[in-house]
């Protein structure tokens, strides 16, 4: 049952505050940005601000540009890479297997 408080919720010093209280908020501009998958965003930035080029979309990630018609690219995801991938971007076949034989003389104890 309710107790009857018409302000219940509310804390001292709550209650509408306007222009007056917070003063006047700066001239804006409302920017229209577009990803590649279509959506438009808009967010606000003061006259003097510097607009950026690219804006991430809130819906989906994706990096938008001002210009509707080209769109930013959406960034290229690489795919996991294993050890062995990366040791054989640096090393030839024939660097691998001259140092799988020294490793082997070495266990063998040839050197």
């Not at 219940?8 to 920017?31: D, F, K």
């Not at 606000?44 to 540009?65: K, L, M, Y």
Request: aromatic share 6%.
């Amino acid at each position: 049952m309710a107790s009857g408080n018409a302000i219940r919720g509310s804390r001292v010093g709550a209650g509408p505050m306007g222009e007056a209280e917070r003063g006047e908020s700066a001239p804006r501009l409302r920017i229209s940005f577009w990803c590649s998958n279509g959506h438009e965003t808009q967010p606000s930035f003061a006259s003097d601000a510097q607009v950026p080029e690219t804006w991430d979309c809130p819906r989906c990630g994706f990096p938008a540009g001002q210009d509707r018609d080209s769109p930013p690219d959406p960034p290229r995801t690489e795919p996991y890479k294993t050890h062995l991938a990366y040791v054989r971007e640096r090393r030839s076949d024939a660097d691998g297997e001259a140092i799988l034989a020294e490793a082997l003389a070495k266990l063998r104890g040839e050197i």
